[in-house]
């Protein structure tokens, strides 16, 4: 039904950056929104950032004014540019759709597989 692909995550050194993808494919009808959620080992998987299908984006505060989420609607493409990274940034990134198919009724919630980030010295 719905496939989403993400591709960015990999090992850098505090200070880097890194640049996250994910792209949606399948019987879509429209998409209401895109965005990240990361999990850290013992934690509660958390919202990083959001973007909705008027445009307007949210960030979770530990994240503001170093990661910009983006997108492209052509593609069925959302990308988190991630600046400045910390150790705590460390996690497991899970790209996140909420969608309508063409065969179906409501927007329902879509799951990347995730892709680990690890910043570390």
């Known amino acids: 039904q719905v496939q989403l692909v993400e591709s960015g995550g990999g090992l850098v050194q505090p200070g880097g950056s890194l640049r996250l993808s994910c792209a949606a494919s399948g019987t879509i009808f429209s998409i209401n929104a895109m965005g990240w959620y990361r999990q850290a080992p013992g934690k509660q998987r958390e919202l990083v950032a959001r973007i909705i299908s008027d445009g307007t984006t949210n960030y979770a505060d530990s994240v503001k004014g170093r990661f910009t989420i983006s997108r492209d609607n052509a593609k069925n493409t959302v990308y988190l540019q991630m600046n400045s990274l910390k150790p705590e940034d460390t996690a497991v990134y899970y790209c996140?759709?909420?969608?309508?198919?063409?065969?179906?009724?409501?927007?329902?919630?879509?799951w990347g597989q995730g892709t680990q980030v690890t910043v570390s010295s």
């Open positions: 996140n759709a909420d969608l309508r198919l063409w065969t179906g009724v409501k927007i329902q919630g879509y």
